[in-house]
């Protein structure tokens, strides 16, 4: 019997630039990949992906602070745009461990 996985995503602000993320919520079957999308209006130096399970605090993922940068760790890749104004966070082979809330927080260059 597959699980299915559910992601939330909750985009976090600090200081004047509030980031786009997309798509608010979402349910997949055990192994299918989740790409989760986060866009600022403006070009920021860094961009950070977390995870926070229910109940507990926001854990650390990745941060990424170079155009076009990709930073792989394990089924989780996260990957800057050329333009650094948005990112994509891939997780590949989801399992329902990976059911969390994921959110990004940017920093206005």
């Known amino acids: 019997l597959e699980e ?6 909750n985009p ?3 200081g004047p630039t509030k980031p786009e993320q997309t798509p608010p919520s979402l349910s997949v079957r055990e192994g299918e990949n989740i790409t989760l999308h ?11 992906w977390y995870r ?7 854990v650390f993922l990745m941060m990424l602070t170079r155009a076009k940068e990709v930073k792989p760790q394990g089924r989780v890749t996260a990957q800057f745009g050329d333009k650094r104004k948005n990112s ?3 997780i590949e082979d989801s ?4 059911s969390a809330t ?4 940017v920093e206005a260059q």
């Open 12 to 14: 976090i602000e600090f």
């Open 38 to 48: 986060c866009k600022s209006s403006s070009t920021v130096s860094t961009l950070v």
């Open 95 to 98: 399992q329902p461990e990976d």
């Open 88 to 90: 994509s966070l891939l």
């Open 4 to 9: 299915s996985v559910r992601i939330w995503i």
């Open 102 to 105: 994921y959110f990004c927080s």
């Open 52 to 58: 926070q399970d229910f109940g507990k605090e926001p």
